[in-house]
């Protein structure tokens, strides 16, 4: 509850909000200066004349007349320490250099060797850009594989929610993984920038810091206190580079489960996956001023410099830490395109914020009272757009903050149902049916719920206020309360739908117009991976690993037609304590294998395979014990999944098949049945990690 706010400073509050400040201190955000306004770092101050309105300044955008570009070329080609400059294959200009030069070199001197280029690696001699090629071929020449089975649920026969009878309905499973590769970064190196900058986000969050940092830095301690994990991304076809966000932390206390602090931070990655250790995108953005950005207005740029972390706007207080976790959590990045028709990344978390429920104006005294309210909500973000202040999650404005520049975000709330104190984990994907009708991503849908699936439907792209509107696309139980718990079953990653997948390819593998053309018109298919969080079942006390699930929509019903017991894709999973890792189930402590995102899905040829021509390469990002962020690439998922179409405990359910549609499935019988397996699995894997202990135990107690 606050009292006593001055009307007056409320008002000048909300009237700053759309003020236009020209300069801020985010590290090397650039506005292409032939845009509606120009943002600069402090020490430049630019006169009128540099800042350029593209209503007025038509001309400055040039067609190409006879482009002289550099040769097409893998973004690997350049040493990845090299500072690179990346325009998007859809950018228009003549001269890259000298439109650089104009429109965005004079905010900040340049100095050393750079290379200024627009991606435009074909993969082809025909000169058609292959995507697929490029990924899977990386993938395939410098990666071994080896054989990993497991279990699949799907829903036919019915049996009626008998899990005696789960055998009826199992399957397997027989795809190709790799070796996982962990994706390490110098802590100390990104806190070590983060503190040079001083840009206004950091003097922002700073008190929560500032007195420990110096120690920490000066004694090499910050990997003691500050940690990294759930990374996820996506392929940025136009740039020829993978986008991971991931989320870095800060306990104070140097136990990573109880932070203070969480922050997204932003890597970019060539095709090797390889870290680019300094480079700039050039992204379609928005004006910030205006918020949301119709198809109608003219394109504006940015250029934007990584790796950094992302300008999230907080909700904060230094002075109550006890139980509150501030900052943004689980990011989980998914690829959307804009109604200008151009990919770009949206990262969804969840963040504690703050909303003002209730305000009382008092005229005898002249104050006004407002009603404060704390909720943990789901939010999404867009990278590459900005918006002015945070009211949006502060709930009242702020002198402090109104005129500082954020990520720009989005509540996400379910439409006519009151906030709950507390959401998280839902699962995001898009619709290849909404690509059809609209031409781009009109609306963002979420798994809300795994067991009893619900669905929701929520805003993307015609969103006018602080809020995205949500409502349910489906709910297999409408008489379900809202306290419903979420069950074992919960978040994951983003689901690929497979109609795109498939559809993006079949001009460069022609064998996958007979998988298109045999799903039916009205069905959507999705594949990704939930996780599933069990306790007490033989590993510790919780342990986390995925399933992978397939959903398929018929008409307006979704239901999960395949879902997996636990997967562990031969990870080899490191205890919670870090001082000894090797102790994978320590009673008290969690096992933690959580898969963060699908981070590219691409095809190779390959003659041998009769029915679709071509192996399919994924690349899935996990964490391990809430420490690491991993990849690993599986082959051949989408290549097995059709195989099951084939086998006879299938051929009354079929993927692939346009004659039919089946009525059965619209029920929890095989989550049930993937869990009740899940827990087998959990208890074989603690025996077995049990008996690894006491061997290594022997083995030390015996003499040499």
């Not at 109880?258 to 953005?285: A, G, H, R």
């Amino acid at each position: 509850m606050f009292k006593n706010v001055s009307m007056k400073k409320i008002i000048i509050g909300m009237l700053s909000i759309g003020a236009l400040s020209v300069i801020i201190s985010l590290h090397l955000l650039q506005y292409d200066g032939h845009d509606l306004m120009a943002i600069v770092k402090p020490k430049y101050k630019p006169s009128t004349e540099d800042i350029y309105d593209s209503y007025d300044n038509e001309e400055q955008v040039e067609k190409p007349k006879d482009p002289e570009r550099p040769k097409a070329m893998r973004v690997s080609e350049i040493p990845s320490r090299e500072r690179m400059i990346i325009f998007p294959k859809r950018f228009e200009a003549a001269d890259l250099q000298e439109y650089y030069n104009k429109h965005f070199q004079y905010l900040e001197q340049i100095k050393g060797k750079k290379h200024i280029f627009q991606y435009s690696y074909d993969g082809s001699i025909e000169g058609e850009a292959n995507k697929s090629e490029e990924l899977s071929t990386q993938v395939a020449e410098e990666t071994e594989f080896h054989k990993h089975a497991f279990k699949v649920f799907n829903p036919y026969p019915n049996i009626k929610g008998d899990e005696k009878k789960c055998s009826v309905i199992e399957n397997s499973l027989n795809l190709e993984v790799s070796e996982s590769k962990t994706m390490q970064v110098s802590l100390e190196k990104v806190v070590g920038n983060f503190v040079t900058q001083k840009n206004e986000y950091y003097q922002e969050l700073s008190p929560f810091f500032q007195k420990a940092i110096e120690t920490q830095l000066e004694e090499h301690t910050i990997e003691k206190f500050w940690y990294r994990l759930a990374g996820s991304s996506v392929w940025l076809e136009q740039y020829g580079v993978h986008f991971m966000v991931s989320r870095v932390l800060y306990s104070p206390r140097g136990i990573r489960n109880q932070p203070i602090l969480s922050l997204s931070y932003v890597q970019i990655f060539n095709e090797k996956w390889e870290e680019l250790e300094d480079v700039e995108l050039i992204v379609p953005t928005n004006n910030p001023d205006i918020g949301n950005q119709l198809a109608a207005e003219k394109q504006l740029w940015a250029s934007i410099r990584y790796p950094d972390f992302l300008p999230i706007p907080i909700f904060h207080n230094v002075n109550k830490q006890d139980n509150r976790f501030y900052g943004p959590e689980d990011p989980r990045t998914i690829l959307v395109k804009n109604p200008k028709g151009f990919e770009e990344p949206l990262v969804v978390f969840n963040e504690f914020h703050r909303k003002s429920i209730k305000r009382t104006w008092d005229e005898e005294r002249s104050q006004l009272t407002l009603n404060i309210k704390h909720y943990r909500s789901m939010f999404m973000g867009w990278p590459w757009q900005f918006q002015r202040g945070k009211v949006n999650i502060d709930g009242i404005p702020s002198r402090n903050f109104d005129d500082h520049l954020y990520t720009r975000v989005v509540e996400l709330k379910r439409h006519n149902i009151p906030r709950k104190k507390v959401q998280k984990n839902w699962s995001p994907f898009i619709s290849s049916h909404d690509h059809q009708i609209y031409q781009h991503d009109k609306y963002i849908y979420f798994v809300y719920m795994w067991s009893n699936l619900e669905i929701l439907k929520c805003d993307l792209s015609d969103i006018s206020g602080m809020t995205s509107r949500c409502e349910f696309d489906y709910r297999l139980n409408n008489n379900l309360p809202d306290n419903e718990p979420v069950g074992q079953l919960r978040g994951g990653t983003q689901l690929i739908n497979v109609n795109e997948l498939v559809n993006n390819e079949r001009h460069k593998f022609p064998q996958l117009n007979s998988i298109l053309s045999n799903i039916p018109k009205t069905r959507d298919i999705w594949i990704g991976f939930a996780r599933a969080h069990l306790k007490n079942c033989g590993c510790g006390q919780d342990i986390y690993r995925p399933n992978m699930v397939i959903i398929t929509k018929d008409d307006n019903k979704y239901k999960i037609s395949h879902i997996t017991s636990f997967v562990s894709m031969d990870i080899p999973v490191i205890g919670w304590d870090l001082n000894k890792p090797e102790d994978a189930c320590i009673g008290g402590q969690p096992n933690v294998l959580i898969p963060n995102g699908i981070s590219s899905w691409s095809f190779k040829k390959n003659d041998k395979d009769k029915d679709l021509g071509a192996v399919d390469y994924l690349t899935l990002s996990f964490s391990l014990a809430d420490y690491t962020v991993g990849i690993i690439h599986l082959r051949g998922l989408l290549n097995d999944i059709f195989n099951l179409d084939k086998k006879a405990a299938h051929s009354n359910h079929k993927l692939f098949e346009s004659s039919r549609i089946d009525s059965v499935g619209y029920n929890n019988d095989n989550v049930n049945c993937a869990l009740q397996s899940s827990i087998q699995f959990c208890k074989e894997y603690g025996e077995a990690e049990s008996k690894k202990a006491k061997s290594i135990a022997n083995s030390e107690a015996a003499p040499n």
